[in-house]
């Protein structure tokens, strides 16, 4: 009894959208920015804040930003407007942040 009903639950799992896992998305915010925890390239007019669990990112132009796990899995890629955002991740750690083309490490 228990494979067919173990049969049952995987294929109600395949059947499940692929946004059903929650993939962290860049939101946009209108609040005002916390303290400057870590700063990007100044030429590239991005700067990056780390607060809370959120990473905020500013930037005066449209940029592409990906995350990475520390073993190199990309996490989210993303192109933002100019402004500024913030995205949530799930779990605490230490990230790759790849913006244009400045990377840098993220620990949250």
Do not use: C
């Amino acid at each position: 009894m228990r494979k067919p009903l173990m049969t049952l639950a995987i294929a109600a799992a395949m059947m499940l959208p692929a946004t059903a896992a929650t993939v962290p998305m860049w939101e946009e915010v209108t609040a005002p920015v916390p303290a400057v925890a870590q700063t990007l390239d100044r030429e590239a007019e991005t700067e990056v804040i780390v607060r809370d669990g959120y990473i905020y990112l500013w930037s005066e132009n449209p940029v592409t930003v990906k995350i990475f796990s520390i073993l190199g899995q990309l996490i989210t890629q993303e192109t933002v407007k100019p402004g500024l955002h913030r995205i949530h991740l799930a779990s605490r750690g230490i990230y790759i942040l790849r913006a244009g083309t400045t990377t840098r490490r993220i620990t949250l």
